[in-house]
């Protein structure tokens, strides 16, 4: 899971399954290349498309699956995959089974397996802390935003209720409109000259996807961003970007927004929406939009539990609290500053993350071969 659900289905016949066991190696033939591979401590079945190895004698399994970690052996496997789509390439296992490795003595294999285990423990349980952090870091986060565009920044105003649930109560001088009363919705061009895989460029108009999202201001430093042509952009219907465009998830990742500040051009993909604040400011409902509270109440009553596919309108039709024009803007600057500092705060953890899934995968690699000496 951690990998990513590439369309893979169980079957109905289970007698079709594998079986295994305590101490064999997993290895998903189709998602090999991107390290769905592991070490099972249980015993029970998998799928036709999973391979399951046991070690011969005088090999320690341990050893075997930090070699199946390795990036550099995933990428030497990409030489024999098969398959017309990327992210269904097909290894067999006879590719697999014939790939030349160092295989140091037993002995020798037991100390880097009982090195490694120890050390990527280590290494794991710090990348876990890092993660609860996080997770606690974007608790306080929403909590900051909800409390502000619902309750105002004046703690000794007087409140009234709103008969709306996500909101409950806001101050008594507050209004409570529709989404679409002061926005207007764009969807993305759905037609037959919606991009495809050809017409994505290394440079040109920006094309939007859900990678963007999940920060306050549209991520243009990702790797994953994509681009199209000027004539491709020119050609498209559906939404065209403007400054101050809200960019919000429909489908997917659902509820994940952020507000464009860069691109005076640019469009958006297929599961995405853009909203175009008209009678409010924009940045205040931007982070209207990033209270996840809204998010779930639309997914509940629009569509029902556990579906993670919205419409525009199903967003449109929701209400949001609205304060005076003066109070919007310091609830914006106060949230600038206060969740801007959160924000910093988990860049930090995901810095640090990054940095030791680094390490670790290069002391694999250097313990795995030798040129780092354990023994």
Request: hydrophobic fraction near 35%; charge should be negative; proline fraction near 3%.
């Amino acid at each position: 899971s951690e990998r990513g659900n590439q369309g893979n289905k169980s079957k109905e016949n289970f007698e079709e399954y594998k079986v295994v066991y305590p101490n064999t190696i997993v290895a998903n033939s189709m998602n090999i290349l991107i390290g769905s591979v592991g070490l099972s401590k249980y015993e029970g079945c998998v799928s036709p498309v999973y391979y399951v190895y046991m070690a011969k004698p005088q090999v320690d399994i341990r050893y075997m699956n930090y070699l199946f970690q390795m990036e550099p052996f995933q990428k030497r496997l990409r030489q024999f995959a098969n398959g017309i789509l990327e992210i269904r390439l097909r290894v067999s296992s006879h590719d697999i089974l014939h790939q030349k490795v160092a295989v140091p003595a037993y002995d020798e294999q037991q100390v880097i397996a009982d090195y490694l285990d120890e050390t990527c423990s280590q290494i794991d349980e710090i990348i876990a802390e890092a993660k609860k952090s996080i997770d606690e870091y974007k608790e306080l986060r929403q909590g900051i935003i909800f409390e502000a565009v619902t309750k105002g920044l004046d703690k000794n105003v007087e409140m009234k209720s709103t008969s709306v649930g996500w909101i409950g109560t806001v101050p008594s001088h507050w209004r409570v409109a529709k989404i679409r009363q002061v926005a207007e919705f764009y969807n993305g061009d759905r037609s037959s000259k919606y991009p495809s895989g050809d017409d994505i460029v290394s440079e040109g108009i920006i094309f939007i996807t859900s990678n963007n999202l999940g920060y306050i201001v549209l991520n243009t430093n990702v790797s994953t961003n994509k681009f199209i042509t000027k004539q491709k952009y020119d050609d498209l219907g559906g939404a065209k970007l403007r400054i101050n465009d809200i960019v919000f998830c429909l489908r997917g990742s659902v509820g994940k927004c952020a507000i464009n500040k860069t691109f005076d051009e640019g469009t958006i993909a297929s599961s995405l929406v853009v909203i175009r604040a008209k009678k409010v400011d924009a940045d205040y409902l931007n982070y209207v939009l990033q209270n996840h509270r809204i998010t779930d109440e639309a997914i509940v009553n629009a569509i029902g539990i556990g579906s993670l596919n919205l419409a525009a309108h199903d967003i449109s039709e929701f209400y949001m609290p609205i304060p005076p024009e003066r109070e919007m803007q310091d609830i914006v600057r106060y949230l600038d500053d206060k969740v801007g500092n959160v924000d910093d705060l988990i860049s930090e953890k995901e810095s640090l993350i990054a940095d030791l899934e680094a390490y670790k995968k290069s002391l694999i690699y250097e313990v795995v071969t030798g040129k780092r000496r354990v023994v």
